[in-house]
């Protein structure tokens, strides 16, 4: 299945930016969406089309695209971010995800 | 709103069949444009798409499980059922059931269950 690289783990102070990188040979020619995932929860939609933030997500999350590259940045992180973010994207008809990002505000 | 809950075994013995079932409420599996979904995690480990049967009763299924997988709708109970054969204790995760819906033309999950914990032991 298609195959999306994110870093595994990223600490950030409360108040600071985090930004979340994801990348995969040919993902330029794709959308991604980003997933919150808290201990013992199922995943939640945070971005969806490289960009979009669903209705009822706070502001501080944005994403973007450059190349082959996409990324989640939280702005102004809170305690409540902390969580595993998960990048996807569809490769013909297939799901591929991220390994996941490990995000800790401390 | 639509809510989804897996159902089955938390147990499996090796070699055996992983048998699911996802029950959907506050919508019907056969209206709108939808993937009903199956993914899993493994403890401590990141998400795998499995596979998902779509509203026209079509499925796909992840390459690397696809020997293995069956994905079906049971429209009659609005369900919809995973069946993982020649289980090993790599299988051993939690499962859950997703809906993806077409967001301007593109699919996004919207809609999870809590996950079920699925251990392959003898």
């Known amino acids: 299945s298609f195959e999306l690289t994110q870093p595994p783990s990223l600490s950030v102070s409360p108040g600071q930016t985090a930004s979340i990188t994801c990348s995969a040979d040919?993902?330029?020619?794709?959308?991604a969406s980003w997933y919150q995932q808290r201990p013992g929860q199922s995943p939640v939609l945070v971005i969806h089309?490289?960009?979009k933030r669903p209705s009822g997500i706070p502001e501080r999350f944005s994403g973007s695209k450059s190349g082959n590259t996409a990324t989640l940045t939280i702005s102004g992180t809170q305690a409540v971010d902390e969580a595993d973010y998960y990048c996807q994207a569809w490769d013909s008809g297939t799901a591929g995800f991220g390994g996941g990002t490990k995000l800790t505000v401390l | 709103q639509v809510q989804l809950q897996e159902s089955g075994p938390g147990l499996v013995q090796p070699s055996q069949t992983l048998s699911l079932t996802c029950s959907v409420s506050?919508?019907?599996?056969?209206?709108?444009?939808?993937?009903w979904t199956w993914i899993r995690q493994p403890a401590g480990k990141g998400l795998e798409w499995i596979g998902r049967v779509y509203t026209s009763g079509s499925t796909h299924y992840n390459p690397s499980l696809k020997s293995r997988v069956t994905v079906l709708a049971d429209t009659s109970k609005n369900q919809f059922s995973l069946r993982l054969t020649s289980v090993t204790a790599a299988d051993t995760a939690v499962y859950y059931c997703?809906?993806?819906?077409?967001?301007?033309?593109?699919?996004?999950?919207?809609?999870w269950g809590q996950g079920t914990l699925v251990t392959v032991s003898s």
């Open positions: 506050g919508g019907s599996i056969t209206s709108g444009s939808y993937y």
């Open positions: 040919s993902l330029g020619d794709k959308y």
């Open positions: 997703a809906r993806a819906a077409s967001w301007s033309g593109y699919f996004v999950f919207d809609y």
């Open positions: 089309q490289d960009t």
